[in-house]
């Protein structure tokens, strides 16, 4: 059975990190793009963040851009967010995802598993 286990997230204040983290067990994801995303309360889930196989290309939402770091370690089935500078409106459940394949997508179609998500509460 495939499994996304997100884990790191709760409750920090305006300008603090939180590191995210996303355990994959079932099959390898070494050959597949890997991304984030965020849904917050009443609004449709969004990209965040994705990674390509190799971790050598990397894309992200222009609202995180310069404060989020996605990165992954294929050797132990594990994907990463680093989330500095967090403002309120980070507020959301962040799910990581595995993509169809090795290609890199900003869209939710573009991802075949998904884990449950983590809450991430930023207090102003």
């Known amino acids: 059975q495939v499994q996304l286990v997100e884990s790191g997230g709760g409750l920090v204040q305006a300008g603090g990190s939180l590191r995210l983290s996303c355990a994959a067990s079932?099959?390898?994801?070494?050959?597949?793009?890997m991304g984030w995303f965020r849904q917050a309360p009443g609004k449709e889930r969004e990209f965040v963040a994705t990674?390509?196989?190799?971790?050598?290309?990397?894309t992200y939402a222009d609202s995180v851009k310069g404060r989020f770091t996605i990165s992954r370690d294929n050797a132990k089935n594990t994907v990463f967010l680093q989330m500095n500078s967090l403002k309120p409106e980070d507020t959301a459940v962040y799910y990581c995802?595995?993509?169809?394949?090795?290609?890199?997508?900003?869209?939710?179609?573009?991802?075949?598993?998904w884990g449950q998500g983590t809450q991430v509460t930023v207090s102003s």
């Open positions: 995802a595995a993509a169809y394949g090795a290609r890199s997508y900003v869209a939710t179609s573009g991802y075949e598993y």
């Open positions: 990674i390509s196989w190799s971790g050598i290309s990397t």
């Open positions: 079932g099959r390898t994801f070494s050959n597949n793009a």
